[in-house]
DNA sequence: TGCCAGGCTTCAC
DNA sequence: GTGAAGCATGGC
């Protein structure tokens, strides 16, 4: 068991934040993540948060993992402060982190995410996990890993259509191939700048505007990528007359982008007047 | 029961 | 380059 105390964190907001759908509640408040072939069981009382796993695999992986490392409290001072939606959205979501999620996995869930709901995207990705995926234990039980490149390559539409997966089921399929063919390799795409690592995830069947800047804000942290989906797009239009002014975030609009997500869908945001932004 | 969901591809124009 | 249609399925 590794306990740290950290401040701007909360396991919760992480877990409900639509950046990972392998992240579930347990029983007693803590949560299970499978992640990077592992599981991970963590709960959290206040900024004293409990780490189920060695002090080597927190350090050597989950510190990495959930941004640790980086500062979140520089965020609120940085945003407008004519920006009141921004600021209620910051609040809201305080301890929200950007994951550093595994590339392969966060490709196929968001693409798997087009036109899906978080729960029914949760529960394709659980389904391809158990069926194609690595069965493994630990003393929790048994889990199931994400199942390889080369593992979905080989199997039949068929076999992907038994997951939910609808038309997306044909993505999934040429991407996992593209990828176990070498065509595109999600190593060698870390070393590449935010432009061209967006137009080489562009090359992927299935993947769009969307999708690239989801992989690239979730899976390689290019904290300026800005995916805009429905809700996004919904807050765009209501708070910011259209157009949001992510040059002015240079650093951490990706960031912000995930917190506005988090309000935008929020009962919070839900049940208060709109705008909160007074349109001049 | 109908509407909506962390959109993308294809095809007119 | 822009805009609209079509797409599978489950959650609410």
């Not at 550093?100 to 693409?111: G, H, V």
């Not at 389904?127 to 890993?145: L, Q, S």
């Not at 390559?153 to 063919?181: M, P």
């Amino acid at each position: 068991m590794t306990e740290e105390r950290i401040d701007n964190f909360s396991l919760h907001k992480i877990a409900r934040s639509g950046q990972c759908f392998r992240m579930t509640p347990m029983e007693s408040d803590s949560y299970q993540l499978v992640a990077h072939g592992r599981r991970l069981v963590v709960s959290q009382d206040g900024p004293a948060v409990r780490f189920d796993c060695s002090r080597e695999e927190f350090d050597g992986l989950w510190r990495h993992y959930f941004d640790l490392d980086a500062d979140y409290s520089h965020l609120t001072g940085r945003a407008d402060p004519r920006d009141r939606f921004l600021q209620e959205a910051l609040r809201y979501g305080q301890g929200l982190r950007i994951l550093r999620q595994d590339p392969w996995e966060t490709m196929i869930s968001f693409i798997i995410s087009q036109r899906k709901n978080i729960p029914a995207i949760a529960a394709a990705v659980e389904a391809m996990c158990r069926r194609f995926g690595d069965r493994k234990a630990d003393k929790y039980g048994e889990f199931y890993d994400f199942p390889t490149a080369a593992r979905i390559a080989g199997l039949d539409i068929g076999d992907l259509l038994e997951c939910s997966l609808g038309y997306r089921a044909k993505y999934v399929l040429s991407a996992a191939k593209r990828v176990a063919q070498g065509k595109t390799d999600l190593i060698s795409l870390e070393s590449l700048s935010s432009e061209d690592l967006y137009q080489s995830l562009l090359e992927v069947d299935g993947i769009g505007a969307k999708v690239a800047n989801c992989v690239m804000l979730f899976a390689y942290h290019r904290v300026d990528a800005f995916p805009i989906d429905v809700w996004i797009e919904r807050m765009i239009n209501t708070e910011y007359e259209g157009r949001f002014p992510c040059e002015r975030y240079q650093g951490c609009a990706g960031i912000l982008q995930q917190y506005i997500f988090f309000y935008a869908r929020s009962e919070t945001y839900k049940n208060c007047p709109k705008p909160l932004n007074q349109h001049s």
